[in-house]
């Protein structure tokens, strides 16, 4: 018998009660759990779909936080850039969210200029590329294909237009895995933006350094008025919807952190309520006030853990369901990582902390002879 | 003059008052007692006539209005802390035994040792020698629902010595039981005391448990009627 | 005596005071519909719209997918309603001008080179679009009133009517509730000549216009007289299009015809 098994035990013999507290707090710990992990994931699949483009820097209008910066005409930028040092390509991309499927939610249309670097970090798995700038056709995401029920050769309409599916990729991001990516050429055409472009991807020189790249962005900040040259972290980072659902999470973590030390606070003031004769017999029998604070704190410490571990499970498993319910596939892919984890279950140890402290305190002050007197 | 008379005081109370509601309440009003090392005193009188009142300042469970209290030279006004006080030289036993129901017999035992110095192992070999020595050999691993009243105040008596205090005090230990078990639990209870020297103080209404004390101090009003010095 | 000439005297003040104050209210009524005229003026815009129609029935036709191209200046507004889909809406357009003089004229052309001239008042695709609403005529229109604030959805708006003596306008009165920090009017109700509502305009989302501070609706719900319900969102959208020699060609052979026949 040791303090620990005390305190278990103290929680033991009250199993509703327990039960009801950790379940509270694991509904808290999931939803932290559940948003951080998409917000997160969401800010990563971004940035791992522009990393594995091989983008050095990308090009955009500086007011742009929509997810997909607004178009502008790319020629003189795209001249104006490629003549800068140690520039080995500049690409334009448009990009925007679309229906095709009255069946299927709105997916992600990627237009990449035909032949550009864009497209060497995709891989073919069915069918084959387009063969010019013009053709009419489309390569679909392995998980759009899944969704929309496409496989090579079948059609989709895109904005009025009919294209032919003219293979299946799979990329390591999931946000290309999820979208529908044609010529530059033919998304400009579909989507009636001829000539223009939401980003420029300008990829360096093997020789670039780190200063080269710092010149690149001030030299566009002097001779392009309204541009700005970014790494994709900095994008994705700028990016609305990765601000809106980080700022959601933050927002959880602090609401779910009130919430659990609330619960926690409730519990063990209604515990040390209902025990205050225990309490009383264990000052008599010389239990020193800072025994019965560590008591109190353990047991609240005990919930708030069992309540991180159960809300861990269960926030894993509401983002890997949200991963694939329809509405959300192919658009976020939740990150984990044991220092999540960690920090989750850290969260967890302060609500018990702070929700056990006051409790404990107000036990250990108890005088025991009237402790022993209560009934 | 017994030897028990020439011994040194273990508990020296003068002029003892404890009052509640502004003094309105008088439960202790001027006592004076003097208590020898080993010796048994049993306090008798009506209900309200502050035999508890007294168990508990002595027990420091209570701070009393004013008076003198000293336990072996040192004044109770000069315990720091009176939970280690109560850890190292008091063991309680209450009428109504006041044991953990989700914990064993030995468990039980073993409570006001957590927090203390020693190692489990030796805390659970003491535990087990005890309720051994009161006869629970075969009920370490009983809970108390399951055990007799004569039974659990044997627990509690075992939990009363687990810190081997100095001094027992017992708020009517034989009060739940009936006249067999009763008669039983003070055979332990006084054997055990007798055996390890140590001082008891006993709050009893029964005058056959009085009878087998060294002393009978008598309470009526919050004083000593009878039997204040050995 | 004394007392009478007092009273007229106070009467005289009163009523030149109330003179003046009407004519401050309206000139910041005229501030405001300036200021709405002039928060919808661009080179060249492009909206894609999905709309969502349900007809007084219940029944609701596919959903449609149309674009919105327009060139607003104070003195010329055009814009061209353009089919998306479904097959029955593509290669179907409708062109809309409201020059100088206040006229607005419209043209539809369907496939095959067809055009011909259409009522900009009319609804459009057979649902509750009406091409002269979306160039809110109303804010150009002399009788402009102030009537208090409101508040839609949390939102704080200036309650204007807009009223026209024009006999050739349908819509004779116009109340909207303008946020004037948005730039946007949030309600519309638009009214006959015998003060019945022919159809209501309420913006749902809106979104932060690209470069400027203003906001532009991103869902909006028309409800008309006939109990047609058109739900609007804009799920794409180009600030600076460029408007092609063509983008308003229909518009520019109607202007020829018309120029021909008074010749």
Known sequence: MNLFRFALDNLYRRPARTGLTVSAIALGIAAVVALTSIAWGFEASWQKANDARGTDLIVTKMTSENTMPSPFKAEKVQQTLAGLPHVKEVVGLLSEMLTVSNDAPPVFVFGWVYGSYLWEHLKLVDGRWPASREEPVVVIGALAAEMLHKKTGDQVEIEGRVFQVAGIFESSAVVENGALLMTLDMAQQVTDKPGKVNVLNIKMDADATEADLRSIKEQVKQTLPGFVAITSGELVSKNAVVRISKAMSNATILIAGLVGALVVFNTMLMSINERTREIGILLALGWQRGTIIKLIVSEAVILSVAGGVVGIVMGVGIAWGLEHIELMRGKIDAIFSMPFFFAVMGLSVLLGICGGFYPAFKAARSLPSAALRYE | ?230 | MMLRIVAAVLLCLLSGIDTVYAADAAASANAVAESMREAIFSEGFEARLNVFVTRASGAHPAPLKLAVIGQISADRQRLVIRGISPEAARNRSYAVERGSDGRIRGVESRAAGEQNEFDPYARMFDSGLVACDMLSPWWGWPKQFLEGMEQIDGRDCLKLRSMTDDEKSPIREVESCVDQQAKLSLKTRLFDSRHVLIRATTVGKVMRKGDAGTMAAKKLTIRDAAKMLTEIEVYAGDEQYEISADTFAALDKLTHNEQQKTK
């Open chain 2, 1 to 230: 003059m017994s030897a028990l008379s020439l011994s040194t005081p273990i508990l020296r109370i003068k002029a003892l008052n404890l009052h509640f509601d502004e003094g309105r309440i008088k439960a202790l009003n001027g006592v004076d007692l003097d208590v020898r090392e080993g010796e048994f005193v049993s306090i008798a009188g009506p209900s309200g006539s502050g035999k508890s009142s007294l168990l508990n300042v002595i027990g420091t469970l209570d701070a009393p209005t004013s008076g003198e209290l000293v336990f072996r030279d040192q004044p109770y006004s000069k315990i720091g802390d009176a939970s280690l006080f109560r850890r190292e030289n008091i063991g309680f036993i209450f009428q109504a035994f006041y044991l953990i129901p989700t914990l064993s017999a030995l468990d039980n035992v073993i409570v006001p040792t957590i927090g203390c110095d020693g190692t489990a192992d030796e805390y659970k070999a003491h535990a087990e020698a005890l309720l051994t020595q009161l006869g629970l050999r075969d009920r370490l691993h009983h809970f108390p629902g399951k055990l007799s009243g004569g039974e659990r105040q044997r627990v509690a008596i075992a939990r009363s010595l687990i810190n081997r205090p100095r001094m027992i005090l017992a708020d009517e230990p034989t009060g739940s039981l009936d006249s067999a078990n009763a008669a039983q639990v003070l055979d332990i209870l006084t054997g055990i005391v007798k055996e390890q020297g140590l001082t008891l103080i006993m709050v009893t209404h029964d005058a056959t448990v009085s009878a087998r004390s060294d002393r009978i101090i008598r309470m009526r009003d919050g004083k000593i009627e009878q039997g204040a010095s050995a």
